[in-house]
């Protein structure tokens, strides 16, 4: 059974820092281009961060660009979303998924997504 698990929301204060994890397990994500999105209370999910699975170019939504970086351990079969300077705004369910088009990724349209973890930042 192919699963992607988020771990590592919270609660933290403005200015703050955390760092998601992504656990994927069922199958290789080699091929695959990884990506983190996030869901704000009455708001449509949006895309946070992309990258292959296997290396290269990354993508960043706009407002997350410089303070948030998405990385991965080979060894460990997770993907991370670090995430410094929150912003309030940056509160949300953060979703991780997969899909092996960077073009669909960005559009949402994945294969495979995650449960979500829960990310609020105090003002």
């Known amino acids: 059974q192919v699963q992607l698990v988020e771990s590592g929301g919270g609660l933290v204060q403005a200015g703050g820092s955390l760092r998601l994890s992504c656990a994927a397990s069922?199958?290789?994500?080699?091929?695959?281009?990884m990506g983190w999105f996030r869901q704000a209370p009455g708001k449509g999910r949006e895309f946070v961060a992309a990258?292959?699975?296997?290396?290269?170019?990354?993508n960043y939504a706009d407002s997350v660009k410089g303070r948030f970086t998405i990385s991965r351990d080979n060894a460990k079969n997770t993907v991370y979303l670090q995430m410094n300077s929150l912003k309030p705004e940056d509160t949300a369910v953060y979703y991780c998924?997969?899909?092996?088009?960077?073009?669909?990724?960005?559009?949402?349209?994945?294969?495979?997504w995650g449960q979500g973890t829960q990310v609020t930042v105090s003002s």
């Open positions: 069922g199958r290789t994500f080699i091929r695959h281009v």
């Open positions: 998924a997969a899909a092996l088009l960077r073009e669909r990724l960005l559009d949402g349209d994945c294969d495979y």
């Open positions: 990258r292959r699975w296997s290396g290269g170019s990354t």
